[in-house]
Nanobody
Framework: QVQLVESGGGLVEAGGSLRLSCAASGRTFSSMGWFRQAPGKEREFVATIRWSGVSTNYADSVKGRFTISRDNVKNTGYLQMSSLQPEDTAVYYC?????????????????WGRGTQVTVSS
């Protein structure tokens, strides 16, 4: 089956860095994205990257701090997070789209991982 598995979450102090990974299996995709959901909030867009070309998009809240990348050979996506702040605390979800590239809306993604917890202490 198609599967996305996130890893790399954990506890980090404010100002620290963390890298999340998303291993995809079962097929290839047109794009991969990252979303996050904090307690009491709706799931929000973080970043996305196309798997053909180098186009990326970021939420305003993470621009300059987060970097999305991918390894097409390994079929794995990454989210490098730097200068982490307590407001970045959330469950981070990897998502992949079969048909769309660079989308910021959850409905554009066909497959989702189970999420990985990122907690940033103050």
């Amino acid at each position: 089956q198609v599967q996305l598995v996130e890893s790399g979450g954990g506890l980090v102090e404010a100002g620290g860095s963390l890298r999340l990974s998303c291993a995809a299996s079962g097929r290839t995709f047109s794009s991969m994205g990252w979303f996050r959901q904090a307690p009491g909030k709706e799931r929000e867009f973080v970043a996305t990257i196309r798997w053909s070309g180098v186009s990326t998009n970021y939420a305003d809240s993470v621009k300059g701090r987060f970097t999305i990348s991918r390894d097409n050979v390994k079929n794995t996506g990454y989210l490098q997070m730097s200068s982490l702040q307590p407001e970045d605390t959330a469950v981070y979800y990897c998502a992949a789209s079969t048909y769309y590239s660079g989308g910021r809306v959850t409905r554009l993604y066909d497959y989702w991982g189970r999420g990985t917890q990122v907690t940033v202490s103050s």
